[in-house]
């Protein structure tokens, strides 16, 4: 199967297994997607995740984490920048999601972070997603 963006593939597994009440989600893996799934893990989103070999690839298991089991606490995830429209964003103006209450992921020059470590760094570059 050919997926043309992989990113958006695994927030939309993520958004579909949280709804509908899974407690594990199984992602192909690469570098980038484990990045994404560090950042949910370090900001609480998710609560856990661990790589195995499946068949030929590797495979990301992201454990999903619910309030008093049972909404989840991902309510929202969005895929900004696409392949046919990439969405890039200076150092200063790097978006806040829900005034603070979410998070937004970047791909700056060095790697993979946080809105906020972003900006703590003062790095702009692409908008990957934003979750909360």
């Not at 994404?36 to 298991?61: C, N, S, T, Y």
């Not at 619910?66 to 978006?95: E, M, Q």
Request: aromatic share 4%; no cysteine.
């Amino acid at each position: 199967m050919n997926i043309s963006d992989p990113i958006a593939d695994m927030l939309t597994r993520v958004r579909n297994a949280s709804r509908a009440r899974h407690a594990e989600v199984v992602v192909p893996a690469s570098r980038t997607k484990r990045e994404i799934a560090r950042i949910l893990k370090d900001e609480g989103f998710i609560a856990d995740v661990h790589e195995e070999q499946a068949g030929p690839g590797r495979a990301l298991h992201l454990t999903l984490k619910y309030v008093d089991g049972k909404a989840p606490v991902v309510s929202g995830l969005k895929r900004i920048s696409k392949p046919g429209l990439r969405v890039y964003a200076r150092k200063t103006d790097i978006p806040r999601v829900l005034g603070g209450l979410g998070i937004v992921i970047i791909s700056t020059s060095q790697g993979i972070m946080t809105g906020a470590q972003a900006r703590r760094a003062e790095l702009g570059g692409e908008v990957l997603a934003y979750v909360w």
